[in-house]
């Protein structure tokens, strides 16, 4: 049945409206994951003696200590990057097919996720760099299945995260709390994680712990899959009690007025936009890495404006790169209707323009760096309105990527939102006021810097209209094109 399956996700692949897109996509992550494999060996060989010769530290108790740490980064990346198994499972409930069989074949194809197995390019070539300095070789093979056991326990607890919100703010609760007590020296919990890691080295039963672990979540992960694996509840989409939502003040803006209605009512009502909202929220915060100097390679002026343009377009890059995907539910019947093109744009630009001078106002305690900081803010806020906004508006045109607005999941991007196009796009969106603000810093002064990005912004906010209307002409050549792609269910 499991090879039934597997032709079945060949067959979906190759049969795809996008399969060229698709295998073009993959073959660009398969260079991606060589780079990180390449990566994590190097840090893997040269972790032990950097620990051993330039810390003068006892390489695997340093390991471990901060393992936990190594653990709760995995979980993260999981929970934004990690894509969940999906399966056509409607269909397969009418066949003769057990329902033990569906569930074990949607959980199993998780394991094979190149986040559990990505981990081992590190793990493997730091054991061989430990048995090559003396350590026990029965030992140091049984610290490695705990450690593998542990990495397989985070991916079962992203599949619970991403599917029940209960353990999702447990989750998020302890590793915030714990983050915290850590932050503030109220509770160290590497005093407690660090013997329990070195204790599967050396106590030969310890490394049995994860494994039950990892056999336990994936006990509750197959009971909960299989409770909701029926039409009636599980794949049931749910309702609610509507609100009504009138808005009325924007009634005077006409048919822009409604166009922006219901893009208030989309990021209030679904946890995919009320996820990109928090995300714009927490990008504000983006510059403290920059403004602190906390990091010393982000100290230099082309870097600056760089947290200016991140600052205070947070919603603007998180929002703006979907349209006009955020509507991909009913974009059909929206382009069956007689309804201006040029209308619906300009009720996306300006719910980004709004968004931006929000959050640049929120920036405002950026002036204790100093008022040159913030002014870096301000003039990649004004870049953002004038330029940046058209470009997310551009290679919104090329991501035909449908949105399911009832998950959280893909708030930073989607792999199939990227292509040739959008990538080009992309460019001048960093690299133009990065260029400006380096080329006036250093041929006149910071402030001629300053000058000449806000300068650009003011140009392309000037000639917004006909911005509009260039923009509105692909949006209507791509327009088939994008309503048979939202067509596609795999």
């Known amino acids: 049945m499991f090879k039934h399956f597997i032709t079945l996700e060949w067959k979906a692949l190759f ?19 060589v780079y990180f494999m390449v990566i994590y060996v190097l840090l893997g060989v040269g972790a032990f003696y950097i620990i051993k010769e330039e810390l003068h530290l006892e390489p695997l108790s340093t390991v471990c200590k901060y393992l936990i740490y190594y653990l709760v980064i995995d979980l993260v990346v999981r929970y934004f990057f990690q894509k969940m ?13 057990k329902k033990n069989v569906i569930v074990h074949f949607t959980l199993g194809k998780t394991v094979l996720s190149f986040f559990n197995w990505l981990h081992a390019f590190f793990f493997v070539p730091f054991s061989i760099a430990l048995l090559v300095n003396g350590y026990d070789p029965l030992k140091v093979i049984l610290w490695n299945i705990g450690i593998a056991a542990l990495i397989y326990a985070n991916n079962f607890i992203n599949v619970l995260i991403n599917n029940k919100n209960s353990v999702f703010y447990s989750v998020l609760g302890i590793v915030g709390g714990l983050g915290l007590a850590q932050y503030y020296k109220v509770f160290d919990i590497t005093v407690f994680t660090q013997p329990f890691f070195q204790g599967m080295y050396e106590m030969s039963y310890v490394f049995l712990l994860p494994i039950l672990a990892v056999v336990g979540l994936y006990y509750f992960a197959f009971v909960y899959f299989k409770s ?41 009502r679904n946890k995919r936009s009320r996820t990109t909202v928090i995300m714009s929220v927490i990008f504000i915060f983006y510059g403290l890495l920059f403004f602190t100097q906390a990091i010393e390679s982000y100290q230099n002026p082309a870097m600056q404006v760089f947290a200016g343009i991140f600052v205070s377009g947070g919603f603007l890059f998180t929002f703006g790169q979907f349209i006009p995907s955020w509507d991909s ?78 998950t959280g999941k893909g708030a930073f991007g989607d792999t199939q939102a990227f292509n040739i196009k959008t990538m080009l796009i992309a460019i001048p969106k960093l690299g133009i006021p990065m260029l400006l603000y380096a080329l006036g810093y250093y041929v006149f002064s910071p402030n001629i810097g300053l000058v000449f990005v806000a300068g650009a912004g003011i140009l392309g906010f000037a000639f917004r209209n006909y911005m509009f209307s260039k923009i509105e002409k692909i949006y209507k050549t791509e327009k088939y094109a994008t309503i048979a792609a939202y067509k596609q269910k795999n």
Not at 19 to 30: A, D, E, F, S
Not at 242 to 268: H, M, V
Not at 372 to 387: C, D
């Open 329 to 406: 539910a009913y974009y059909q019947l929206m382009m069956s209707q007689n309804i201006p093109y040029k209308e619906y744009i300009k009720s996306k630009w300006w719910l980004m323009v709004i968004a931006t001078v929000i959050s640049t106002i929120l920036a405002s305690f950026y002036l204790f760096f100093g008022v040159h900081t913030y002014l870096l803010i301000v003039v990649g806020a004004i870049f953002n309105i004038g330029v940046n906004s058209h470009l997310v508006m551009l290679g919104g045109a090329y991501v035909k990527t449908p949105i399911d607005l009832t």
């Open 15 to 33: 049969r795809s409206a996008g399969v060229g897109m698709t295998i073009g996509i993959k073959i660009l992550m398969g260079f991606l994951a």
């Open 85 to 97: 198994p999906v399966l056509n499972i409607k269909p397969l409930l009418t066949l003769p097919i």
């Open 228 to 268: 909701n694996l029926n039409l009636d509840e599980g794949l049931a989409k749910k309702s609610e009690i509507a609100k009504t939502e009138n808005y009325t003040w924007l009634n005077q803006f006409g048919t822009l007025g409604t166009f922006l209605k219901n893009d208030i009512r989309l990021l209030k």
